[in-house]
């Protein structure tokens, strides 16, 4: 399986520390904002051809599939482009930054039939998997979710903390991971209401944001939002269930009384974004829609839009 990089950023080398431990994988292609740095990390990792260019990567023999880490706003018509040229796609969170465009993704892998996955990561942490599948064997039903995504970015910089090249988006991006989540663990969202704070004069985004659900099932998930937070930072998701309490951070995992619950177990790694592009080649090798396809995170864009229109509508800005 021959795979080309696009993003050379914090995220991008992420997905290439996971790719060296998936067998019969080969990184053929870096593309990159700048060249010099993005050449750096070619040699890092042993990659050969090095470009700014996407384009000049699709037009390329030895490319089966790409995977997208480059910044939001390019997402859906890169993941199209890529389509069109007839590889397989795995588009990093989020799919698009609008209702409409990711409409248009999913139009294209319907017409085209190839693999295009998202990077839905939460679905793969071993944590979360963990719940899912106490979930599917039916030994336990979540009452309601308590999220938290706290981080502190009041300039635009990456998590390498380096200044980007464009501007991350609470709602976009980071409701995403829960949104979808939640749907996931409590079935289809039938109700969403959200409300945000000031926007930032510089970065042009609002800096706190506050969201309540409600699935199909009758669970409950509040998400609170923040770029203003000065530590702990990251994401901690609490499970309310029927049958016990579940506290996750990334791919740990306790109880609600603190105890750890080992879930070392649960898959072939612990590295959640390794898990992801296991699950992107392996859907290819296999012929396979995969868990996390644009198709299944679908209705998470339309919960996003239906929130983003409510900003606008209320506020007069989104």
Known sequence: MRIAMAGAGAFGEKHLDGLKNIDGVTVTSLVGRELAPTR???????IGHVTTDLDETLARDDVDAVILATPTQMHAAQAIACMEAGKHVEVEIPLADSWADAQAVLAKQKETG??????????????????????????????????????????????????????????????????????????????????????HPELGIAMDMSIQLKSETGALCTLSLSFNNDGPLGTYFRYICDNGTYIARYDDLVNGREEAIDVSNVDVSMNGIELQDREFIAAIREGREPNSSVGQVFDCYRVLGELADSFEKRDGWS
């Open 40 to 46: 750096v990390v070619a040699e890092k990792y042993g």
């Open 114 to 199: 190839l693999v295009c996955m998202v990077g839905h990561t939460r679905r793969f942490n071993p944590s979360h998997q963990y719940v899912h599948k106490r979930i599917r064997a039916g030994e336990l039903n979540v009452q309601q979710m308590d999220v938290q995504t706290y981080f502190f970015r009041r300039t635009n910089i990456n998590a390498k903390g380096e200044p980007r090249s464009w501007t991350d988006h609470l709602l976009w991006h980071h409701a995403a991971h829960t949104v979808d989540l939640f749907a996931y663990q409590a079935g289809k969202i039938v109700e969403a209401h959200a409300m945000q704070g000031p926007v």
